[in-house]
């Protein structure tokens, strides 16, 4: 099967038997615990979709992400509008985030990447050295020949404990990559697949 059609496959089963929920987008249908799986041979990029892409937006906020940063006022000195709705003052309110400056989007992805569950003072804190770097970890993993092959090579955004002081629960809740045959294989698992 091409990578494609996971996705597209994807795509039919959530239209097809996805149950109708009232999510914070409004209506969404919902399907649970799905998985795809991709090679990253030839430098190729896991990127599918039905919908235009915004290359640039997209690979800023991924640089931010690998950054550990969670300042969204990064992003938008590049143009980059996607988290605004989520730092705004009256979001961050709504989550009980009052203390957070507006653009302060709490230990997010990046954070949780980077300085896995050091405790978060604000965006603008160095947490150089604090925590556990879970990127760092498995990139000294992968590039080890007698470490590669760990089946324990995850990266998680899901930290129970600091789950209420992030402006959003992730999404994308973690990487988990695997040598086979000296081919990376990531796999990417979602919290729910909707639409």
């Not at 969404?28 to 892409?53: A, C, D, W």
């Not at 989520?86 to 954070?111: T, V, W």
């Not at 796999?187 to 909707?194: F, G, M, P, Q, R």
């Amino acid at each position: 099967m091409h990578e494609e059609q996971q996705y597209l496959d994807l795509v039919r089963r959530i239209l097809d038997t996805g149950s109708l929920e009232q999510g914070r987008n409004g209506n969404v249908y919902s399907v649970f615990g799905n998985m795809m799986r991709f090679s990253l041979q030839e430098g190729t990029i896991p990127l599918l979709t039905t919908k235009k892409i915004a290359w640039k937006t997209c690979f800023h906020e991924l640089m931010w992400f690998l950054a550990g940063k969670t300042d969204n006022h990064i992003l938008q000195q590049k143009g980059v509008h996607i988290w605004d709705a989520n730092a705004s003052r009256e979001f961050l309110d709504s989550r009980s985030l009052k203390d957070n400056a507006e653009g302060d989007l709490g230990p997010i992805y990046g954070q949780q990447w980077r300085h896995w569950n050091t405790p978060y003072k604000n965006c603008q804190t160095d947490y150089s050295g604090c925590g556990i770097d879970q990127l760092k970890y498995v990139i000294e993993q992968l590039s080890n020949p007698e470490t590669r092959t760990n089946r324990r090579l995850i990266v998680s955004a899901w930290n129970p404990e600091q789950l209420d002081i992030m402006a959003l629960p992730p999404c994308h809740i973690l990487m988990q990559f695997n040598v086979h045959e000296e081919n990376i294989c990531p796999v990417l698992c979602i919290n729910e697949a909707e639409m």
